[in-house]
């Protein structure tokens, strides 16, 4: 589970540079993870895009030429715990779903994910309702969801990052990575403890990433209409409901703070 945040002082609210530098070292921790996903996109366009080319509906062997390039990014990138490609249900040819996906163990050793994606066996078998796969779907857009229980691939509590895959204009699945949430918190909570006044990072479904506010845990919901269109739109901060929203310079996560 999350770790206790700690507490900081409400006295004063913190001075927007301030709040700006905190923002983009969140952004800069997860542009990282973001690399890692979009070489993975790279990867699985260019290997369907072959497939497509030869008149051919691909198979789910046409994706082990990504295996090294998973393998190496598992090694390269210190947050990511799992990364992949997640095809849309009826893509491939030989199975009706189907995941791409290597993650490390707790030895640190790399292994395939081999998930039940049986309906009549799993009852997580139907990932297309996931915020990690329905997001970037229906926005085209880049997505943080979570932290929530990951019982497809972990069992962790985890973030995940993901982006959409498109081939000739269509979508056919997303690239991801998984961050184990206790080691996010490791990444940003110094940051977030450098502000003078309790502050949490929100998805764009409400959901807290992280917190020093000991009224939003991790985990838990912020309800606001801004956090779906704010991390596109513009990088000064704004107010909606009674909250300081901060966008993360591109990065889908709003730093939140009350409003003065």
Not at 178 to 206: K, S
Not at 224 to 252: E, K, N
Not at 253 to 260: D, F, Q, W
Request: with cysteine.
């Amino acid at each position: 589970m999350a770790s206790s945040p700690r507490l900081v002082s409400a006295a004063a609210a913190a001075p927007d540079e301030t709040v700006a530098d905190v923002a983009a070292g969140i952004r800069d921790a997860l542009e990282g993870v973001f690399d890692a996903v979009s070489r993975t996109c790279a990867d699985t366009q260019a290997l369907l895009g072959s497939v497509s080319a030869e008149g051919r509906r691909p198979v789910s062997a046409d994706l082990a030429p990504m295996r090294p390039g998973l393998h190496e990014r598992l090694g390269r990138y210190e947050l990511v715990s799992g990364i992949g490609f997640v095809a849309v249900p009826g893509l491939l040819a030989d199975v009706s779903a189907w995941l791409e996906w290597w993650q490390t163990d707790g030895n640190g050793h790399v292994r395939p994910l081999v998930p039940d994606l049986d309906p009549q066996h799993s009852a997580y078998s139907d990932y297309t309702h996931w915020d990690w796969f329905t997001l970037p779907r229906d926005t085209g857009r880049r997505a943080v969801a979570g932290p929530y229980v990951d019982y497809l691939c972990s069992d962790e509590y985890s973030l995940t990052l993901s982006a959409p895959v498109t081939v000739e204009g269509r979508f056919v699945g997303v690239a991801a990575a998984d961050v184990y949430l206790r080691n996010f918190e490791a990444a940003v909570l110094p940051l977030l403890q450098r502000l003078t006044i309790p502050a949490r990072l929100v998805n764009a479904r409400g959901r807290v990433a992280a917190s020093t506010d000991p009224h939003h845990l991790a985990g838990s919901l912020t309800k606001s209409a801004a956090f779906a269109t704010l991390p596109a739109g513009p990088q000064h901060s704004t107010v909606h409901d009674g909250l300081r929203l901060y966008p993360c310079d591109g990065v889908p996560l709003v730093l939140v703070t009350e409003a003065a």
